[in-house]
T-cell receptor, first 111, second 110 residues
Framework: DVKVTQSSRYLVKRTGEKVFLECVQDMDHENMFWYRQDPGLGLRLIYFSYDVKMKEKGDIPEGYSVSREKKERFSLILESASTNQTSMYLC??????????FGSGTQLSVL | GQNIDQPTEMTATEGAIVQINCTYQTSGFNGLFWYQQHAGEAPTFLSYNVLDGLEEKGRFSSFLSRSKGYSYLLLKELQMKDSASYLCAVRDTGGFKTIFGAGTRLFVKA
C-alpha cells in the first residue's frame, strides 16, 4: 500500500522555537509538496520540490524553509515559530503530471 | 492572479444527486482535480479532467469547460458516507504546482 508518512500527528511548540516537520514517501515520486490548511482558506502551497536538493517557493513561503537531501524525504522547517503558523500541515507527493498523494497531516499549535 | 471559487457548504438528501460547482482563473492550466476530504483525514483523489467534457467514475462524474473556466463534480445516489469536503484544484502549466480552492463541505442528511 502506497504511503506518505508525516512524523507527528499533533505538535505543540513555543513561540520562537525551531520546528521540523518530516515527511517520507515510499512511492519513488519525483515531486513533493508542503501545504498548510486553514478553515475558510483551503490548502495553500508553501514549498515544493521536483528533485533531490531542488526546491521552489509556493504561494506562502515566508517564515518557512525546506530540505530535500534524499528523494523519499522532504522536511519543512519553521526557523522561529510564530502563533500565526498554527495550522494543519499536509505533505504530498506525486509523479510529474499525476495526482497528489497526501500524508495524514500534522496539527501544529504554536503557543 | 489565481483564484478558484466553490461554494462553502451544501446540504443534500441521501439517495439524491448533488452538483458542486467550481470556477477558476489561473495563470496556466494543465488539468483540474477533485479531491475528497473527510473530517480529520487527508484529501484523497476523486477525478481528473484535462480536456473538455464529462468523466464518469461510478457514482461520481466530473465536467470541465476550459473556455469558461468551469468545472463541476456530480455525485449520484448520495450516501451518508459522502458527507465530506470536496476540493477543486488546478495544476499549472509547468506540471508541478497544484492550487486548491477553499473546499465545499457537503452534508448528507437522511
Amino acid at each position: 500500500d502506497v504511503k506518505v508518512t508525516q512524523s507527528s500527528r499533533y505538535l505543540v511548540k513555543r513561540t520562537g522555537e525551531k520546528v521540523f516537520l518530516e515527511c517520507v514517501q515510499d512511492m519513488d515520486h519525483e515531486n513533493m509538496f508542503w501545504y498548510r490548511q486553514d478553515p475558510g482558506l483551503g490548502l495553500r502551497l508553501i514549498y515544493f520540490s521536483y528533485d533531490v536538493k531542488m526546491k521552489e517557493k509556493g504561494d506562502i513561503p515566508e517564515g518557512y524553509s525546506v530540505s530535500r537531501e534524499k528523494k523519499e524525504r522532504f522536511s519543512l522547517i519553521l526557523e522561529s515559530a510564530s502563533t500565526n503558523q498554527t495550522s494543519m500541515y499536509l505533505c504530498a507527493s506525486s509523479r510529474s503530471n499525476e495526482k497528489l498523494f497526501f500524508g495524514s497531516g500534522t496539527q501544529l499549535s504554536v503557543l | 492572479g489565481q483564484n478558484i471559487d466553490q461554494p462553502t457548504e451544501m446540504t443534500a438528501t441521501e439517495g439524491a444527486i448533488v452538483q458542486i460547482n467550481c470556477t477558476y482563473q489561473t495563470s496556466g492550466f494543465n488539468g483540474l482535480f477533485w479531491y475528497q476530504q473527510h473530517a480529520g483525514e487527508a484529501p484523497t483523489f476523486l477525478s481528473y479532467n484535462v480536456l473538455d467534457g464529462l468523466e464518469e467514475k461510478g457514482r461520481f462524474s466530473s465536467f470541465l469547460s476550459r473556455s469558461k473556466g468551469y468545472s463541476y463534480l456530480l455525485l449520484k445516489e448520495l450516501q451518508m458516507k459522502d458527507s465530506a469536503s470536496y476540493l477543486c484544484a488546478v495544476r499549472d502549466t509547468g506540471g508541478f504546482k497544484t492550487i486548491f480552492g477553499a473546499g465545499t463541505r457537503l452534508f448528507v442528511k437522511a
